[in-house]
């Protein structure tokens, strides 16, 4: 689960296109690069990792078009 906020309306032309996309369901997937510094072990079967420390590289969404 991720959080994004988004700067007040009339900041810059370019993040009200962004928010109108996603308010309207355009826009509905977002994916990050990141660089992890510190992990722990999630406590389940199948294993995995939760990143409690991490630095974000970027951050990408696109359009994907549902079935």
């Known amino acids: 689960m991720v959080h994004i906020e988004f700067p007040p309306e009339n900041t810059s032309q370019k993040s009200d296109e962004y928010l109108r ?34 630095s974000l590289l970027e951050i990408f969404s696109s359009l994907c078009r549902r079935s």
Do not use: C, M, Q, Y
């Open 21 to 54: 996309l996603v308010k309207t369901g355009v826009i509905d997937t977002i994916s990050i690069g990141f660089d992890p510094h510190k992990a722990e072990p999630l406590p389940r079967a199948g294993g995995g990792v939760r990143f409690t420390n991490w």
